[in-house]
């Protein structure tokens, strides 16, 4: 497929959506948005009893963006933070923190990280996620470390899909779906079914930010893209590589 004729459909949260679909477009890339997933907090606890509780650990993980934002502690302790990715770090960045960010943002790529960290088997990890969330990461992580904790502190809503809106895509030449996570192409494989648009579904090419997502897949996209990460300049560089 030639670059001039993939159209691209963006299916990550906003503001990550509109974000990344006007980088696409101002690198003369074709590409049209549609989060299909959208968040809300869930915590039940904030202020001084939060913050007393991430005291107890000496390392707290962002798996994503909103897995801090939900939280509002009466103030983050001295410990030590790590983001999946730049745009998961920005939020305790701008609270003056010192924040590390694995150079592969992806669960494969925290691992890495953590497995040549020193002292690693006496930390207790807090990892900040959503309803919906990592499985494959607290369990690698469970056996290197001393102990792992989860704390889900937003829930994920998946977007509706209507028979319209397939048809709209259509309409609009979509053949690359770009989905940054396992959910995502989940909900967009079970709707197609729902309003019999396998075929088209089928006819697609589909992005995805790592192997252990793409292995993931049971349906037959045209093929299938590993970004290795899930922000747009994984993927503009994913596409300098698509003959």
């Known amino acids: 497929m030639k670059a001039s004729n993939r159209r691209f459909l963006l299916t990550r949260p906003q503001p990550a959506n509109s974000a990344d679909t006007q980088q696409l477009r101002a690198n003369g890339v074709q590409a049209w948005g549609t989060p299909l997933l959208d968040f809300k907090g869930c915590l039940p606890f904030q202020g001084v009893a939060l913050a007393n509780y991430f005291r107890s650990f000496d390392t707290i ?29 920005q939020h305790w960045r701008q609270l003056g923190l010192d924040v590390t960010c694995p150079e592969q943002a992806t669960s494969e790529g925290m691992l890495a990280y953590f497995q040549v960290q020193p002292n690693i088997g006496s930390q207790q990890l807090l990892i900040l ?16 470390t001393q102990s792992v904790t989860e704390l889900c502190s937003y829930q994920q809503m998946l977007q509706p899909i209507s028979a319209e809106q397939f048809a709209m895509w259509q309409i609009q030449g979509i053949n690359v779906i ?14 197609a079914k729902q309003h019999q648009a396998q075929s088209w579904l089928a006819s697609c090419s589909l992005a995805v930010p790592s192997a252990r997502v793409a292995q993931l897949i ?26």
Do not use: K
């Open 218 to 243: 049971d349906f037959p996209f045209h093929h299938v893209y590993n970004c290795r990460g899930a922000n747009c300049d994984a993927l503009l560089a994913t596409l300098e590589s698509i003959v």
């Open 178 to 191: 770009v989905c940054s996570s396992a959910t995502q192409v989940t909900h967009l494989i079970h709707t």
């Open 129 to 144: 996620r959503g309803q919906i969330s990592r499985n494959w990461l607290p369990t690698q992580l469970q056996a290197i």
């Open 61 to 89: 993980i962002a798996l994503s963006p909103r897995s801090s934002l939900f939280c509002q502690p009466e103030f983050w302790p001295d410990c030590h933070y790590v983001a999946m990715g730049d745009s998961s770090a």
